[in-house]
C-alpha cells in the first residue's frame, strides 16, 4: 500500500542551483496535484495535471515547472531555486478532476533553499 | 473573494473531554467541505466530507463535522478527545478548486 511517495524526503540547495522533486502514484488516479505548505498559509496549489498530457498552472506557479511523465508520475522542477522557495512540497493524487476534493497524499518534501 | 477562516492557530483540550475545531467559508454557491488532518513530519490525509444531505456528517477517528449554512460554518469535533488526536486540522473548501484554510494545531493532554 504505497499510495503516494515522493522522493527526495529533505534536500538543500543553494540559490540558483536546480533539482527536481519526483511524485508517484499507484492507485490508478487520474488527477495529480503539486502544492507547498508554508507555516499559517495553508496548502498553495503550484500545479495540477488532471490527466497524463496535461498540466495546469494553480495559485502560485512562478519559478516552477511540471512534468506528467505518465498516468503514476508527476514531477516539479525548480530551474533556478530562490530562498522564497524554502518550503515544504506535497504531492497529492485523485480519482476525478478538479470536482474530486478528496485528495491522498505524499509525505512530503522539506526544501530549504540557502 | 472565496476563503476559508480557521478563527482559532492553536486548540488546547484535556483528554477525555469534547473538542471543537472551528471552519468558517466565504464561498458563492453550494460548496463541497473537506476537514484534513496532518501528523507531524507526515501528508495530510482525508478525514470527512460534506456534500448534501444531512448536516451532521461523521468521518474517521471517531470525528464528526457540523455543517452550518446559515452561519456558512463547517465545525470539526469529537465527543471525548485523544492524546493521539493531537494534529494539525485543515479546513477546506471545494468550488471548482481547494481553497485551504491556515490550519489548526489541536493538543490534547493527558
Known amino acids: 500500500n504505497a499510495g503516494v511517495t515522493q522522493t527526495p524526503k529533505f534536500q538543500v540547495l543553494k540559490t540558483g542551483q536546480s533539482m527536481t522533486l519526483q511524485c508517484a502514484q499507484d492507485?490508478?488516479?487520474?488527477?495529480m496535484y503539486w502544492y507547498r505548505q508554508d507555516p499559517g498559509m495553508g496548502l498553495r496549489l503550484i500545479y495540477y495535471?488532471?490527466?497524463?498530457?496535461?498540466?495546469d498552472k494553480g495559485e502560485v506557479p512562478n519559478g516552477y515547472n511540471v512534468s506528467r511523465l505518465n498516468k503514476r508520475e508527476f514531477s516539479l522542477r525548480l530551474e533556478s531555486a530562490a530562498p522564497s522557495q524554502t518550503s515544504v512540497y506535497f504531492c497529492?493524487?485523485?480519482?476525478?478532476?478538479?470536482?474530486?476534493?478528496?485528495?491522498?497524499f505524499g509525505e512530503g518534501s522539506r526544501l530549504t533553499v540557502l | 473573494a472565496q476563503s476559508v477562516a480557521q478563527p482559532e492557530d492553536q486548540v488546547n483540550v484535556a483528554e477525555g473531554n469534547p473538542l471543537t475545531v472551528k471552519c468558517t467559508y466565504s464561498?458563492?454557491?453550494?460548496?463541497?467541505l473537506f476537514w484534513y488532518v496532518q501528523y507531524p513530519n507526515r501528508g495530510l490525509q482525508f478525514l470527512l466530507k460534506?456534500?448534501?444531505?444531512d448536516n451532521l456528517v461523521k468521518g474517521s477517528y471517531g470525528f464528526e463535522a457540523e455543517f452550518n449554512k446559515s452561519q456558512t460554518s463547517f465545525h470539526l469535533k469529537k465527543p471525548s478527545a485523544l492524546v493521539s488526536d493531537s494534529a494539525l486540522y485543515f479546513c477546506?473548501?471545494?468550488?471548482?478548486?481547494?481553497?485551504w484554510g491556515a490550519g489548526t494545531k489541536l493538543i490534547i493532554k493527558p
Open positions: 497529492a493524487s485523485s480519482e476525478q478532476g478538479r470536482t474530486n476534493g478528496e485528495l491522498f
Open positions: 492507485m490508478n488516479h487520474n488527477s
Open positions: 495535471s488532471a490527466s497524463e498530457g496535461t498540466t
Open positions: 464561498v458563492s454557491g453550494n460548496p463541497y
Open positions: 460534506y456534500i448534501t444531505g
Open positions: 477546506a473548501v471545494l468550488n471548482y478548486q481547494l481553497i
